[in-house]
């Protein structure tokens, strides 16, 4: 079983929540409408849904590696 990192650039995202529609597990909106990664070291269950997120994300802000 594999673990993996996530991490948002919130600098860079613009709000939009695909990545929050998309894995709701892991990441939400906070009161600036930014994404926040609520958890940040996944495991295989939650690696399809938050790699869709990493491919869905207009601004490509959303880091997936191996922890
Ligand atoms: S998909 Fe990307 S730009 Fe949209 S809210 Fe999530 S991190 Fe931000």
Redesign the pocket.
């Known amino acids: 079983m594999g673990k993996w990192k996530v991490a948002?650039?919130r600098d860079?995202?613009?709000?939009?929540?695909?990545?929050?529609s998309l894995c709701p597990d892991v990441?939400e909106?906070d009161d600036e409408g930014?994404?926040v990664v609520t958890k940040e070291i996944i495991e295989d269950d939650l690696y399809d849904c938050v790699k869709e997120?990493v491919d869905?994300?207009?601004?490509?802000?959303?880091t997936l590696e191996e922890a």
């Open positions: 948002v650039d860079a995202c613009i709000g939009d929540g695909i990545c929050a990441f909106l930014k994404s997120a869905s994300c207009p601004v490509s802000c959303i």
